[in-house]
């Protein structure tokens, strides 16, 4: 069994991580279009879902590091580029396939909310990614699953305020509206609206290259740590 079908397997083998790929998407596409956005107010806290689902997928390599899987395997043929890679391959298309029912769910639900299904569904895969690449960044900076984990909840908590997810970027005083525009969370929340809004697909590159940038830097900030 390779290493990226041993990824899928195990991830799906958990009833939390069930519950982030599975049960709580559901409840997303059901929620009625409310708030100051005019979204849909599941797919308005989606964001926050996949840095937690992300979060969650990717604390499975901690766990490999503590309790030593990591050595055993770096005396195998397997390099760590080979091991990392496979790893979050399998994690980005467990979160992209989510991302495909979203979309798909607003096709059947939300069809007159959003303007533009073909914009959602790559705001969405893209900002999957950055979420993984966010997530590898950050726990490798600690030693113990446990204290990435409680310190995370407090960062997506200022990421989703920075991405407008709890109030609108323009209640901000001028100066945090700044700071937030260096947050992934903005620029998926900027992605979101240009898919409801419906224009032109290159005004969708902005969010998408900014986010694909701040996936790049992450992986390579998340990648230093080796295998043992």
């Not at 009833?15 to 709580?24: D, E, M, T, V, Y």
């Amino acid at each position: 069994m390779t290493i990226f079908n041993f990824a899928l397997i195990r991830s799906v083998r958990s009833l939390p991580n069930l519950i982030l790929l599975l049960g709580l998407p559901a409840a997303v596409v059901v929620l009625p279009v409310g708030g100051w956005h005019g979204l849909p107010l599941g797919y308005h806290f989606y964001g926050i879902l996949l840095l937690f689902a992300a979060s969650k997928l990717v604390h499975m390599i901690m766990e490999d590091r503590k309790n030593k899987i990591l050595t055993r395997i770096g005396v195998a043929p397997v390099t760590h580029f080979k091991y990392l890679s496979q790893n979050l391959l399998a994690f980005a298309l467990l979160l992209v396939g989510q991302s495909a029912v979203i979309t798909c769910s607003a096709w059947l639900m939300h069809a007159d909310v959003f303007g533009s299904l073909i914009q959602l569904f790559s705001i969405l895969s893209m900002f999957s990614v950055t979420a993984i690449s966010f997530s590898l960044a950050w726990s490798s900076m600690f030693r113990q699953p446990e204290s990435s984990t409680a310190v995370m909840l407090g960062i997506i908590l200022i990421m989703a305020v920075l991405g407008g997810t709890l109030f609108p970027i323009q209640a901000m005083p001028a100066s945090l509206q700044k700071i937030a525009m260096v947050s992934p969370t903005y620029w998926f929340h900027e992605g979101i609206m240009l898919a409801k809004n419906g224009g032109l697909f290159a005004e969708q590159l902005t969010p998408l290259g900014i986010l694909l940038l701040f996936a790049i830097a992450f992986m390579l900030i998340g990648s230093r740590k080796k295998l043992a």
